[in-house]
Structure formats: C-alpha cells, structure tokens
Nanobody, 124 residues
Framework: QVQLVESGGGLVQAGGSLRLSCVASGRTFNSNGMGWFRQYLGKERECVGSINLSSGSTYYAESVKGRFTISRDNAKNTVYLQMNSLKPEDTAVYYC?????????????????WGQGTQVTVSS
C-alpha cells in the first residue's frame, strides 16, 4: 500500500517561508513523476509544481514561479516544496501526489496516489 505523508504546513506572515515535505512509503518512486497541488475552498485542485524524479526536471505554475522550489531526496523517498515570499493568496490546503508514470505532469488525472493534505495559511 502506497502512502504519501505531507508535513510542514502552518501559519506564516506574508513574506515568510515554509518548507513542505512529502514522504512516500510502500514503494519507491525514483523514476516517476511527483507533484504538489493546492486547493482553495470550493475550488478544484491546481498544480503548483511537479518534478521528474529521474531527471530532476521541474515545472512550476506561473503564480509561484520564482518563489517556490521543488526538490527531491531519492534516498529518503522524499519530495520538498520550498515556499518563499508567501502571499495571502497562497493560503490553501497543499497536497503531494505521485504518479505511476515517468514524466512531468501538471494535471490531477496523471497522478495515482495522494497525500492527506496540509494546511498553509498566510496572514497579511
């Protein structure tokens, strides 16, 4: 059974930083795609960024480009989302996702496993 567990969410002031972690257990995803999504209340999940664990290539949504960075530690089966210069509009529940496919994906249908989500709240 694959499990993704996110951590690192919390309350931060605008301009601050947080680092989210996603630990995968049950199998390794060293060659697959993983992503970070966020969901506003009443809205669909949107991709914040994704990473190809094999090549290290990344994708970022325009709204976070230059502020957020995705990285991985394959030895620890962990993916990180470093969030800097946070804005109140970044307030959302953030989810980690893993795909059975190799590649770089920005849509929910390409992902097979999801974490439980972690709340990020940015105060103004």
């Amino acid at each position: 059974q694959v499990q993704l567990v996110e951590s690192g969410g919390g309350l931060v002031q605008a301009g601050g930083s947080l680092r989210l972690s996603c630990v995968a257990s049950g199998r390794t995803f060293n060659s697959n795609g993983m992503g970070w999504f966020r969901q506003y209340l009443g809205k669909e999940r949107e991709c914040v960024g994704s990473i190809n664990l094999s090549s290290g290539s990344t994708y970022y949504a325009e709204s976070v480009k230059g502020r957020f960075t995705i990285s991985r530690d394959n030895a620890k089966n962990t993916v990180y989302l470093q969030m800097n210069s946070l804005k109140p509009e970044d307030t959302a529940v953030y989810y980690c996702a893993a795909s059975e496919r190799r590649g770089l994906f920005a849509v929910t249908r390409m992902y097979d496993y999801w974490g439980q989500g972690t709340q990020v709240t940015v105060s103004s």
